[in-house]
């Protein structure tokens, strides 16, 4: 079945840099988009960037351009995503998903049916 495990979180001061890690496996991830979402306290769950399985680009959220990146290693079953420059306001729990599409990518929660289980990042000083 499919599986997305995240790893990778943790406690950061302002302007410090983690990289997340999504592990994939009961699929082929090179026919699935990938998205990270997160999810602060109190507030709904936002798409932040994705990937593509097709042509299309990775696709960043406003507040994630220029300092996130996503990438993915499909014969290591692995999508990443590079946080730096991060801010307190960044603070969430972090998920990856996957929907098995080949046109571009979205950021929109209803348009994925799997996810993991979430990876903590906290910004703080």
């Known amino acids: 079945q499919v599986q997305l495990v995240e790893s990778g979180g943790g406690l950061v001061q302002p302007g410090g840099s983690l990289r997340l890690s999504c592990a994939t496996s009961g699929f082929t991830l090179s026919h699935y988009a990938i998205a990270w979402f997160r999810q602060a306290p109190g507030k709904e769950r936002e798409g932040v960037s994705c990937t593509s399985s097709g042509g299309g680009g990775p696709n960043y959220a406003h507040s994630a351009k220029g300092r996130f990146t996503i990438f993915r290693e499909n014969d290591k079953n692995r999508v990443y995503l590079q946080v730096s420059s991060l801010k307190p306001e960044d603070t969430a729990i972090y998920y990856c998903?996957?929907?098995?599409?080949?046109?571009?990518?979205?950021?929109?929660?209803?348009?994925?049916?799997?996810w993991g289980q979430g990876t903590q990042v906290a910004v703080s000083s």
């Open positions: 998903a996957a929907e098995p599409v080949n046109f571009k990518c979205s950021l929109k929660v209803d348009d994925y049916d799997y």
